[in-house]
Nanobody, 126 residues
């Protein structure tokens, strides 16, 4: 049974940093396409960044240069380092995965992912 469990959300001030983790189980880490999505209040869910098994990534324009996705293979954990956070980054962040090998263009499309975590709240406010 594939499971994704996010952690690391919280309340921070604008300009600060936060690290989200997604602990995975039930599949061979590194063989699935994975991504972070977020849903802001009143908005549709949107892709933040995705990574495929080949290591290709695709970042949303709104987070380029501020967010970094990485994988801790020893801990089967997907990580999202978020720097210089802005109030508009406030959202519920979801870790997602799929066994299919998606190319970079598809990495930010929610239809590409069949497995979703429960989400973790990130609030950026002064």
């Amino acid at each position: 049974q594939v499971q994704l469990v996010e952690s690391g959300g919280g309340l921070v001030q604008p300009g600060q940093s936060l690290t989200l983790s997604c602990r995975t189980s039930g599949f061979t880490f590194g063989t699935y396409t994975m991504a972070w999505f977020r849903q802001r209040e009143g908005k549709q869910r949107e892709g933040v960044v995705g990574i495929n098994p080949s290591g290709s990534t695709n970042y949303a324009d709104s987070v380029k240069g501020r967010f970094t996705i990485s994988q801790d293979n020893a801990k089967n954990t997907l990580i999202l380092q978020m720097n210089n956070l802005l109030p508009e980054d406030t959202a519920i962040y979801y870790c997602v995965a799929d066994s299919r090998q998606w190319g970079p263009v598809s990495l930010l499309q929610s239809e590409a992912y069949s497995i979703w975590g429960q989400g973790t709240q990130v609030t950026v406010s002064a």
